[in-house]
């Protein structure tokens, strides 16, 4: 199983980046993808989730109405978009994944089964 995240890079504040996080070696259209980050010196806190049908999209308060999460089950691949940014959005974005039920969302670090490699999003103010 790979998850392979992409997207990051240096945008000033108010700019919108896009995220994502395409996989392989797993089944795909049932499982649950989701956004993590970390900033330096900080614990990895959740961004946002999206359940294998794509009906069920929790988003943490920092994030909502700012944040867009989405996927194509046909390109095995799910984006964050990410709008208005921050500087206190800085971080290295991680996603992860899990085998689940129907719209259930994980939204936990150890409920996941799989973790990308990161890719950090630095917001300049």
């Known amino acids: 199983v790979q998850l392979q995240a992409s997207g990051g890079g240096l945008v000033q504040a108010g700019g919108s980046l896009r995220l994502s996080c395409a996989a392989s070696?797993?089944?795909?259209?049932?499982?649950?993808v989701g956004w993590f980050r970390q900033a330096p010196g900080k614990e990895r806190e959740f961004v946002a989730v999206?359940?294998?049908?794509?009906?069920?999209?929790p988003y943490s308060e920092s994030v909502k109405g700012r944040f867009t999460i989405s996927r194509d089950n046909d390109k095995k691949t799910v984006y964050l978009q990410m709008n208005s940014l921050k500087p206190e959005d800085t971080a290295v974005y991680f996603c992860?994944?899990?085998?689940?039920?129907?719209?259930?969302?994980?939204?936990?670090?150890?409920?996941?089964?799989?973790w990308g490699q990161g890719t950090l999003v630095t917001v300049s103010s």
């Open positions: 992860a994944a899990k085998s689940t039920i129907l719209t259930y969302t994980p939204m936990s670090i150890p409920e996941f089964d799989y």
């Open positions: 070696g797993l089944a795909f259209s049932r499982t649950a």
């Open positions: 999206i359940s294998r049908s794509g009906s069920s999209t």
